[in-house]
């Protein structure tokens, strides 16, 4: 088995793998386009925007929560719906995948990103593991990090780029900076975080509950985890506990064209809605999930109070906390 790892550019996270015997070819995590011609299967590991849609013509094999991201920022990206066909890999399959002579033993790989799988393909007594972003933490983590050690497996590592500008990857640190923003004298702080990030999320609005505050995230964030709702119900919704949807006309729009209209209507319903207006009158602790700092200056204009509010960013060195004006 020949395992070749192809740069897409000189940026040493910019890269998809090849695995190839003398009968097969897999590829995972494209980030360029391939000829599918010559392609048996694509194996997708996490989501990244930067990932190539699968070509109908080659079987694509991803988690549930995966393909959805996916299809979510197809419609956020390109302003058109995206559905297409792939075999979903659960977490709890036993038996290993199989493609032409090669054996994949697919392993969940929550701590890589969210509903992410790590690969362990067998060709005979040959063996690869693919892992994209290791992190050897917990249970998952030791099992891994066995593998990698292991000196009879091919340990391949390739960092897809980040979701976004602003993705957590410690969410014990997170959740340490949420509980630090909102236990000041302000009664609101605001995250930056991709709306891709949703264990970043999850992590954020365990701490902002925790704190007794309301977590205030826009359409396109609980559209986004709507979608994978299914997955985990670790992950918050539009109609959580502490759970309110800010709206933009223009994008409820768009996802009513996308036949998205019953959700759209179920986030603006008056329980979990809430407008400038209704926010400035609150009383509440408040926590704004936001995509960047363009939104965070944005919206910090339209509310009142937020001299001693704090804002949360991800930056190279860890978390950064700053004060908003």
Do not use: W
């Amino acid at each position: 088995m020949k395992t070749t790892v192809h740069r897409a550019a000189a940026e040493a996270g910019n890269a998809f793998v090849e695995l190839k015997t003398e009968k097969t070819r897999i590829l995972i995590d494209p980030v360029s386009p391939y000829d599918a011609d010559t392609v048996d299967a694509v194996l997708l590991s996490r989501f990244s925007p930067d990932l190539v849609l699968p070509d109908p013509k080659t079987p694509c094999y991803v988690s549930f929560g995966v393909k959805a991201l996916i299809e979510a920022s197809h419609l956020f990206i390109h302003g058109v719906p995206l559905t297409f066909d792939a075999r979903i890999l659960k977490e709890r399959d036993k038996k290993p995948v199989r493609i032409g002579d090669l054996a994949v033993h697919v392993y969940p790989a929550g701590n890589c990103g969210f509903d992410a799988r790590a690969f362990l393909v067998e060709a005979g007594d040959e063996r690869a593991l693919y892992v994209n972003r290791l992190t050897v933490t917990g249970k998952k983590g030791r099992f891994f990090e066995a593998l990698v050690n292991d000196k009879s497996v091919n340990f391949i590592e390739e960092a897809l780029p980040d979701a976004g500008e602003h993705e957590y990857h410690d969410h014990e640190a997170l959740r340490a900076a949420v509980s630090e923003a909102l236990g000041g004298p302000a009664s609101k702080a605001f995250l930056c975080i991709s709306a891709y990030d949703v264990d970043g999320i999850a992590s954020a609005y365990r701490a902002c509950r925790a704190a007794g505050a309301v977590f205030v995230m826009d359409l396109s964030v609980a559209f986004i985890l709507a979608m994978v709702r299914r997955v985990s119900k670790r992950v918050p919704q539009y109609d959580s506990d502490r759970v309110r949807v800010r709206f933009s006309a223009d994008l409820a729009t768009a996802l009513k064209d996308a036949g998205y209209g019953p959700l759209v209507h179920a986030f603006g319903n008056r329980e979990h809605k809430i407008d400038i207006f209704e926010l400035n009158r609150s009383k509440r602790r408040l926590l704004f999930a936001v995509r960047d700092e363009h939104f965070l200056r944005a919206l910090a204009k339209e509310l009142d109070d937020v001299k001693d509010a704090r804002a949360i960013s991800a930056a190279e060195d860890g978390i950064n906390i700053r004060p908003v004006s």
